[in-house]
């Protein structure tokens, strides 16, 4: 399923995406992100980067999907895979403090990042390895 790249699987996840890039707030940087979560009940759920006059606030599109998925009853390890698409020709992965806020919610977790032509997948253990989690103080 989301261990094949070119998997159908992607497809809603991809949509999901693209769409939410459609109406990224992006102003400043003028690189407007799309990102899709699938949760275990089935639900995509899409985000885009949000940015700010004041610089620091801006939110990216895979934080803002997880909140949604959060709000929409998101609990850890509820994370089946990821998506984050952008029209540069470099894929974008995401970025540190994206992959410490889904490492929260999924130890493991297929993350694909495409553009209109190419795909790359990438797993999140791989992505942010020997991550710091509740369990270093709980
Ligand atoms: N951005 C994301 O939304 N996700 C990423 O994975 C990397 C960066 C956004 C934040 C900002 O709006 C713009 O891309 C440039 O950094």
Do not use: I, K
């Amino acid at each position: 399923m989301f261990d094949d790249p070119l998997s159908p699987s992607w497809t809603p996840l991809l949509e999901a995406a693209w769409q939410a890039r459609e109406h990224a707030h992006a102003p400043y940087s003028h690189f407007q992100v799309g990102a899709a979560l699938l949760t275990a009940t089935g639900e995509v759920v899409a985000g885009c980067n949000v940015e700010n006059a004041a610089y620091p606030v801006t939110l990216c599109a895979e934080r803002g999907a997880l909140s949604a998925a959060v709000a929409a009853g998101l609990r850890p390890g509820g994370l089946v895979a990821a998506v984050v698409v952008t029209d540069v020709a470099e894929l974008t992965p995401p970025c540190g403090a994206c992959r410490q806020a889904l490492v929260e919610f999924a130890a493991t977790l297929p993350v694909l990042l495409a553009n209109r032509h190419t795909r790359r997948l990438h797993h999140l253990e791989n992505l942010l390895p020997h991550s710091f989690t509740g369990s270093h103080f709980q």
